[in-house]
């Protein structure tokens, strides 16, 4: 079965996001005066061939913690949905 | 009202995606040999101070207009909550 991973990668919480701020201090300039903090990080998808919904998001885990984040200045959120 | 606003930009379907295609030709080589096609986008949280989701939505769909993303390449999708 086919399965697709949504992958959210996040600068953790407490460290700078300098991103995310150059984000939030040029929101007034374009009249958008009610948003507070902005976050930025990485949006991943990626197209699993697995038996199930477990192995599928258990593919993505071993492939977020190897590669694709940085656990020590990120954390990761795994969604997986059948397609 | 607070809520938080998830959004993923991501880049148009049938654009290449040479950040996707990296990774892609890289799992391999740490094991993982059932993943098909990856694409890699943004992923913002936005804290929006608003009477209603339905305000707090429109005002990220206009920061994703106006600033967040590239309609000609990306497209986004929006995610609210209240916090």
New interface residues.
């Given amino acids: 079965m086919?399965f697709l991973a949504?992958i959210?990668?996040?600068p953790l919480k407490g460290l700078l996001d300098p991103q995310?701020k150059a984000?939030g201090y040029?929101?007034p300039s374009?009249?958008?005066h009610?948003?507070?903090?902005?976050?930025?990080?990485?949006?991943?998808?990626?197209?699993?061939?697995?038996a199930d919904e477990a192995e599928a998001k258990a593919?993505a885990e071993?492939?977020c913690r190897?590669?694709?984040a940085n656990l020590i200045m990120e954390s990761f959120e795994i969604r997986v949905r059948s397609i």
Same sequence: chains 1, 2.
């Fill in positions: 086919k949504d959210d990668i996040m995310g984000v040029s929101l374009i009249g958008i009610n948003v507070g903090d902005v976050r930025i990080g990485k949006h991943m998808t990626l197209e699993i061939e697995a593919t071993t492939a190897k590669l694709l």
